[in-house]
């Protein structure tokens, strides 16, 4: 019987992900090298970025920069969410396995964090209400942006929310589980802590604090607005 | 060693959670049934709802009835969140062993679901950020409606985001464990499952659903009307 075991355990392949005891029995190692992945994924962005630009330099070319950036920042969200994080969603129960460029991608990033890895039950879930809810409610924010839509304010408010509510629980639960249970899911560089999992995900922390601040602010102005003219009417 | 460890697991207290081979060494059965709880927590409730109804009458007594519910809801909100939840999320590590009201309340709606019992990471997570922002914000958000605050529909979509969006994750990782990994955190018994599990989170699925649908479309509708106004104010 144990040497059943150890025959199974020998069989299967090696993998670089934290807690190193998980077993992967599909993993494929990648082909691409980190350098190569992270900047097609930052060709990526750029292509997203640039295609925005154009568009809005196309409907709206009297934009002021500011909402050119969050029309912007939208758009990569939406393609982040729809596709990367719905990449993500539909192929969680075999990640280790895949090879073309988005399962890489994920392996790479997963260095980091092996719950991408093992199908974990919050990452799923919390990822696919990402792809599902706010991939394409930002793409239709990024319309309202360019349209000065009313519903432009309540859409930022919620997706950013949305967006920083699933990162403060993701940072928590793994804070929470290397603290309280000892389970660390990070390998032990500090290069990928710092990088990956901290930077990458900080973004949606700060950029969504200051989009939910700036909708909110904008939204008390204008009833405030509305509330002294009608009461300025009734005075009348 | 075999006869130690049977030792200790024989010197377990028996417990009533499922799945029923976890381990909760400090547990200490409930001394009031689950009726008197249930009362005890729908008087709760109707306190909370008659000193809102009370202090309305006496801050705005003009508010329409649709308000009134709304500013009810946001009170109990804010009292289930601070103070229920608040409770959890401060006892987190020791809840199998509390025994004073609210502690056996937890008791009696861990038999739905044990994760309230086992420090899981994501119901700790999830109920903290509840019981530290929504629960505060609740409060503010009933000033804000009997107040008519500019501030009142920005807080209204915040929290019931929140809420929203934390419930779907609760249901969707307790759906997912049992499909998935086949383990179920609810009572073989029906009763359970629907009276505690389902209904009680429910209301926190469809009002907060309601909720945010009617200030999007106050916004909206504000949004638009400043527009028309300025629209207009140009053509002039």
């Known amino acids: ?45 750029c292509v997203i ?3 925005t ?17 969050v029309a912007m920042w939208f758009a990569l969200c939406g393609c982040i969410h729809l596709f990367f994080e719905g990449y993500f969603s539909y192929n969680a129960f075999d990640m280790a396995g895949r090879t073309d460029i988005f399962g890489q991608l994920w392996k790479e990033y997963a260095l980091s964090d092996s719950r991408y ?11 696919t209400v990402t792809a599902v809810f706010w991939g394409p ?12 839509h009313p519903l432009r304010h309540p ?6 929310l949305g967006q ?22 990070c390998r032990p560089e500090r290069f990928y802590f710092w990088a990956y999992y901290f ?9 969504p604090l200051l989009l939910i601040r700036s909708s909110v602010n904008e939204i008390a102005s204008v009833f405030a607005k509305v509330k002294a003219a009608s009461v300025g009417k009734k005075a009348q």
């Open 117 to 127: 890895m093992t199908q974990d039950a919050f990452t799923v879930c919390m990822e």
């Open 49 to 51: 970025f640039l295609v």
């Open 1 to 45: 019987m144990n040497s059943t075991v150890e025959q199974v355990m020998a069989d299967l392949p090696l993998h670089p992900f934290s807690p190193f005891p998980i077993e992967l029995p599909t993993y494929v190692a990648n082909t691409h090298s980190a350098a190569v992945l992270v900047s097609i994924f930052a060709a990526g962005c």
């Open 155 to 160: 859409f930022q408010i919620i997706i950013s």
């Open 164 to 185: 920083l509510y699933g990162d403060v629980l993701y940072y928590a639960i793994c804070t929470f589980q290397e603290v309280v249970n000892d389970i660390v899911y």
């Open 53 to 69: 630009y154009g568009l809005i330099q196309r409907m709206r070319p009297s934009m002021g920069s500011g909402e050119m950036l």
């Open 137 to 148: 409610m930002s793409f239709f924010c990024v319309y309202f942006i360019i349209a000065d």
């Open 199 to 207: 930077l990458c995900n900080f973004f949606w922390i700060v950029i």
